[in-house]
């Protein structure tokens, strides 16, 4: 579903970028990896998102030679597209 939305929002001229914060949520199902780990905790739940953002608004404004305008996110509960 996912790659649908970002398929989705390249055909109406928007640029796209994804993470899966570090781990695969299949195999690592709801942060489990992190468990115990503060920093895996405080990468997984905002740093990975935050720096994905921030390169995405880089490479973006370096490609079309201009600021971004306008960011938008969509995100999943359980990091994996499925709900």
Same mark, same amino acid.
């Given at each position: 579903m996912?790659?649908?939305?970002?398929?989705?929002?390249?055909?109406?001229g928007?640029?796209?970028? &994804?993470?899966?914060?570090g781990?695969?949520?299949?195999?690592?199902?709801?942060? &489990?990896?992190?468990? %115990?780990?503060?920093?895996?905790?405080?990468?997984?739940?905002?740093? @990975?998102?935050?720096?994905?953002?921030?390169t995405?608004?880089?490479?973006?404004?370096?490609?079309?030679d201009?600021?971004?305008?306008? @960011?938008?996110w969509? %995100?999943?509960?359980? %990091?994996? %597209?499925?709900?």
């Amino acid at each position: 579903m996912r790659a649908a939305h970002r398929a989705n929002a390249l055909r109406h001229g928007f640029t796209s970028a &994804s993470t899966n914060t570090g781990h695969d949520a299949a195999q690592e199902p709801l942060a &489990s990896f992190a468990q %115990g780990h503060l920093q895996k905790q405080v990468d997984y739940a905002f740093r @990975a998102v935050h720096l994905t953002a921030q390169t995405a608004k880089r490479v973006a404004a370096r490609y079309y030679d201009r600021p971004v305008a306008y @960011a938008y996110w969509d %995100g999943c509960s359980t %990091g994996d %597209g499925r709900r």
